[in-house]
């Protein structure tokens, strides 16, 4: 996964419809923004952990996405 | 998802056929190119959502494709 | 998907079993060189689309392949 | 798979229900930093292999990871 | 696929299960380096084709792979 941190969102009415009801965040990582679903509740500012690809889709059942937010990182140990 | 710019279309004749009726645009994201299906009406000069990879074939009922446009952006908030 | 312009082909006698009989052309693509299948009959000089990922994989019978032809583009419109 | 080194670890209390008691290491390879799920015992100084995408949600029980390690490297033969 | 020059090889003693027996290959591709398992009997020197993603891990028995030689080069045709 990617760790970035969440620097805004993005919202959208004409989509696909199985995406009504995500949220989407837009979220910096080293260097690329990228806009991913969020499912557990992050905000402006929170250090999160990316998931990309099918595994993003599966997480938001099955939805057109491809990117998803899993985790707001607590702390971080090391380099 | 990436954002990007829809900045045009290719047309093609030859191709696998679960690709005819699929409309592709050209979508301009941070500096590189990406042919999308579009199945949500966008058109040049909308900013929209790319999904990629497997999630961008599933939405396109299994067509050979690996990148979709899944939402055309009203707003974007934050940096 | 990549828009790419063919450029060769390579061959190969020791190769997976189930990929007897694909042919794979080398396609450049905004600075890098791409091996692909080829199920449209492209040809060198040829633009064409390119679909990566499990997605080729699955336009090609499951063949342990990433990258495919599925389209040669007869026109771009735009930037 | 990608060849890196294990220099350090995050921790997240908000996360996905099914991530609950999965080990997070940050894992350097080739100048990017990649959060990998753990589940062969590896720790800071390791060199490590990465297996990425939806093959590494696989290896983790179908949880939203992308990229998990998958071996700790005992030597490497060549350039 | 990418092609690539295997360069070298790397061994795990503490691994995936699942990726016992299996001989991992170190291949140089356009300025990186990726592990990729063999099953064509690549050696040092050889100019290989690399499927990568989960196309690998299926042509390896589903193992926890996002890399697989699929092929050794005999020629290449173009610039």
Chains 1, 2, 3, 4, 5 share one sequence.
């Not at 009415?13 to 199985?18: E, M």
């Not at 965040?25 to 557990?40: C, P, R, T, Y």
């Amino acid at each position: 996964m990617k760790i970035g941190k969440v620097v805004g969102s993005v919202w959208a009415t004409r989509k696909a419809q199985c995406l009504q009801g995500q949220t989407f965040l837009v979220v910096q990582s080293e260097g690329e923004q990228i806009v991913a679903a969020d499912q557990v509740g992050a905000g402006v500012g929170d250090r999160v952990l990316l998931a990309t690809g099918t595994v993003a889709s599966r997480y938001c059942m099955d939805a057109p996405v491809d990117a998803a937010v899993v985790a707001i990182v607590d702390g971080k140990e090391g380099q």
